[in-house]
């Protein structure tokens, strides 16, 4: 068996309805991984223990979450926008972590991967709710990694932008001539990563190859942040 091998690895997946979900599952499954989809929203810590007790044992947690990106004005930003987004964003990580650590504490293995945003990783103009949603993420992830290290279990983030997925970049924006302009103009690669890139790149990390990587964030958007 190689190190990059995830036949049989119970691996679970939120949102697997939404974002990175589809496209994380599909490349998942091709591996031989075990993959449960689960499409609960995370709303409470009892749902989300009744989820992690329903999956039963699980060697991986890829916490794939997204919201419709706010894009108000920060003098217009209300406290509505803001704890609905923390709510859908943040929240789950701590009600995650805590019901999912335990069994791999116990096992002295395991790995978590969030699914973020490299909204985080470089200031856009009315995207302060979000940003600042999606960096909590980034800044949870790091110190999360260094604390559970110790157990051998790898915590880390892909802050992505600027990838092919139904959530952030529908067919009608990517067929928009100012998106395209804007491509070319902003981002390195000159076009979207494709969805394939990206899963392809959650599997590695899902993979004992990446056993050594601890509360790291790692930009996936064609250059766009760094």
Known sequence: MSNTDLQNKRI??????????????????????????DNHALGSEQEVQRVIQDA??????????????PTSAATDVTESEWSTTFARLV?????????????MIERQSGKIIIIG?????????????????????????????VEVAKH??????IAQNFVDNA?????HVQADE?????????VPLGRLVSAEEDAEFVA???????????????????????
């Open 91 to 103: 929240d789950p990580l701590p009600r995650l972590s805590k019901a999912m650590l335990p069994q």
């Open 117 to 145: 945003s490299a909204a985080a990783m470089r200031g856009m103009k009315r995207t302060s709710t979000y940003s600042a949603a999606r960096g909590a993420q980034l800044a949870y992830t790091q110190a999360l990694g």
């Open 12 to 37: 679970l997946v939120t949102h697997a309805d939404e974002f990175m979900g589809p496209a994380i599952c599909n490349n998942l499954r091709q591996k031989q991984a075990r993959v449960i989809a």
């Open 56 to 69: 039963g044992k699980v060697d991986i947690l890829i916490i794939n979450l997204s919201i419709t990106a």
């Open 152 to 157: 051998n279990i790898q915590v880390n983030a």
């Open 204 to 226: 590695y990390l899902c993979s004992d190859a990446a056993n050594c990587f601890v509360g790291q964030v790692f930009p996936v958007c064609g250059g766009w942040a760094h």
């Open 167 to 171: 959530t952030y970049f529908p067919p």
């Open 178 to 186: 100012r998106f395209i302009a804007r491509l070319q103009r902003e």
